[in-house]
Structure formats: C-alpha cells, structure tokens
C-alpha cells in the first residue's frame, strides 16, 4: 500500500518519494478519513465524519455514547487496509468525548487516540 504523506500542517506533500508504505499508509489513511466531515468532499459529498450531524452538541447518555463509538469504530474499519478493531475504549467526561482502539492492519497493529469528538486523532505505529 503506498499513501502520499502529510506535512505537519496536514496538507499534501509533492515531490519524489514522499509516500508512506504499508502500516503508515494505513494508518495515515485512518487519519485522513477520521478528520474528513461529512459532505465536505465536493467529489462525494456523502463521505465523511459525522462529526457536527451526529457527534458533536448531542446529549451523551449512554447510548448516544455507545452510537458514536460504532460510528468512529465503522469509519476505522473501512479504510483499505484495516482488518478490524481489536481493542476499543472511549469516555465521556466533563462533556469531552475520548476514545483509544488498537486495529489490526493487513501489515500489524496501530494505535488510534481520539479526543474532542475526533477533532484531535492521533495514530502510533
């Protein structure tokens, strides 16, 4: 798998060998597709995070809880490469949703953190 890598400010990096390979493709591709919003992409405006639709401003009970981790949980399991989650936490404390999974890639494990409703995502190899 080879993905275009990402500069510090997420933009695209052009140029001769600026393309992650295997895990890091994936797992910048988990990132990617976790920080795309619904509708932004003019290519295919029904993509993306439902992050103001669906996460963000709801009342978080317990099953508005356990409906956002199956929304974040489908959106890592789709990405190419992904085989599935094999560990999955989150929290909701003082009106801050978090959560921490591991995902079992077609080339090894990462780690996902997620904090402020998927606004922050942060992938380890």
């Not at 510090?8 to 910048?28: K, N, S, W």
């Not at 560990?87 to 959560?99: C, G, I, K, P, W």
């Not at 079992?104 to 997620?114: C, K, L, P, R, V």
Request: net charge negative; glycine share 10%; proline share 1%.
């Amino acid at each position: 798998m080879k993905y275009r890598e990402l500069d510090a400010d997420g933009d695209y990096t052009f140029g001769r060998e600026r393309f992650l390979h295997d895990i890091e493709a994936v797992g910048q591709a988990i990132l990617t597709r976790m920080k795309l919003l619904y509708g932004e992409w003019w290519e295919q405006t029904d993509d993306g995070l439902p992050l103001f639709e669906r996460i963000l401003g709801v009342f978080m009970g317990e099953r508005q809880q356990d409906a956002i981790d199956l929304i974040i949980g489908e959106r890592i399991s789709g990405t190419t490469g992904a085989r599935n989650i094999t560990r999955f936490e989150s929290d909701f404390t003082n009106r801050h949703y978090s959560a921490s999974c591991t995902v079992n890639t077609i080339f090894g494990n990462i780690e996902i953190d997620i904090a402020d409703g998927a606004k922050k995502v942060e992938v380890k190899y």
